[in-house]
Each structure stands twice: as C-alpha cells, then as structure tokens.
C-alpha cells in the first residue's frame, strides 16, 4: 500500500469520527520513544507471514464458533495466526498462541503479555485515545513493533487499517502471505464479548462502534480491490465483505 492512497481514507475517517490528527500524531510519537531499544523490525512479521496462509480472528460474535471449527478440522495447525486484540484471551483460553497479536491496548493486558512470553509478537498501534494507556503498559511489555494510521516515525510504521481487525488484514497483506482467512469478523449488530473483555458477553453495538466497524469493512473492501493476496470469509455469521468470497469449513480445507 501506498501512504498517498491511505491519507484519502484517513481524512475521511478523520471527518467522520472527529478524530484528532494532532492526538494521533503525539501519540505516534510517544511510541517511538518508549520503544527505544526494544523495537522490531518488520522482518520480523515478513518471516512469519511472507508466503503462508493466514488466518485472522477478529473478536466478533461468531469467534467462538469459528474457533471450534478450525479448531476441529485441524486447520489453525497449517497457518500463521494473527489475533485482533482482544480476540488472543479466545486462544489462549482454548491453548493456542498466535503468532502475531494487533492491539491498540484496549484488551485484558495480562493475555497480551503471556501471548507475548509464550512467543507472540506484539503489533502495538499508537492513536490519539491511547496516550495515557501507552505511557502505562508499553514500559511493562518487552520487544514489539509500533504502528500508526498517520505519518510513521522512526521504529512506528504505517502499513494502513483503521480498526485492530481490519489491520490485521493490511498486514498480512503487506508481507506477502499466500492466503489471507478471516474468521471472527461479524461488522453485525452485535459486539463479541471478546471485544470488550470487561463485560464478558455479547452486545449490542452503539452507534460509535457501528461507525468504526463499517469504516473497517470499507477498508477491507476497498484492500480486496487491488491486493494481490487472495482474501476468504470464513465468518459463520456476520455481513458479507464485498470483494470477499465467503467460504465454508470443507470447502476451505479443500483449498
């Protein structure tokens, strides 16, 4: 992706949201330095993702259901996983450690940092509502890779997304995988209860968090658009992602 074509999203999210683009950008900033010394380069995600299945949860409604499935077909064995935020309590929960966690901090900390002690790279992103959490969990975690949605600096990349979920996706995107699969990625009605880990159910979604989720769907349309990556729907539930074809379990183990 190209930083000139994500600006255009990026002022529309700015309008839409009433985002603070000098909030994002101190943020931004902030990372960079609480991160000195223990910054990763994006070798590190090329190595686990360049030309390997990718299966994304994202923390919607359908993830349990999704979870049980791979889990019973065996299929999570065969690709690098990547976990949306608060979707990674869901894995760990049933023994199963991604390989790569996205998180804007907004998730139980204690699974992102056994995620991360058990082999997990942390993808931590920097925006204008998570100063204060920045400045209070980064110095307790130990090496990750900063990301930002406005000008990257020095140790804190743009790779493009807007939401944990739908970042996974620009990632994985980015360094080349061979298949991209997204499980867990509703954009419905409901929140998952694994979105929002203090409450532990599902709920319905307020008109805030319906935005952004309709904001990340676009995005993801608009990567199935041009990626050269081929993008599968293997959500049980949830809203078709045009552009992306829904798949089913057998038909995916076949693939």
Not at 117 to 146: C, W
Not at 193 to 214: A, H, T, W
Not at 219 to 243: P, Y
Request: glycine content about 8%; charged content about 25%.
């Amino acid at each position: 992706m190209r930083l000139q074509e994500w600006w255009f999203w990026y002022d529309k999210i700015v309008k839409t949201l009433k985002l603070d683009r000098e909030k994002d950008q101190e943020s931004t900033f902030l990372l960079s330095k609480l991160i000195v010394g223990k910054a990763l380069t994006p070798n590190v995600l090329r190595a686990k993702i360049h030309g390997k299945n990718v299966l994304v949860f994202g923390a919607g409604p359908s993830l349990e259901e999704d979870l049980w499935n791979v889990i019973e077909t065996g299929f999570y064995g065969k690709c690098t996983l990547v976990t949306a935020d608060g979707a990674t309590s869901a894995l760990l929960e049933r023994g199963i450690v991604p390989h790569v966690v996205v998180t804007d901090l907004d998730g139980k900390i204690p699974d992102l940092v056994k995620a991360q002690k058990q082999g997990s790279v942390l993808v931590v992103h920097a925006h204008g509502d998570n100063i204060e959490t920045l400045k209070r969990i980064v110095p307790k975690l130990n090496k990750i890779l900063g990301t930002t949605q406005v000008k990257p600096v020095p140790r804190v990349y743009n790779f493009g997304g807007f939401t944990d979920g739908d970042r996974c996706v620009f990632l994985a995107e980015n360094f080349d995988a061979k298949k991209i699969i997204l499980a867990g990625m509703d954009f419905g009605n409901m929140v998952g209860k694994y979105s929002k880990p203090n409450v532990g159910k599902d709920l319905e979604i307020s008109p805030f968090k319906r935005k952004k989720l309709q904001i990340a769907k676009r995005l993801l349309e608009w990567l199935s658009s041009w990626a050269k990556v081929e993008i599968l729907n293997l959500t049980s539930h949830g809203e078709n992602i045009r552009g992306i074809k829904k798949v089913g379990y057998k038909q995916l183990v076949k693939l």
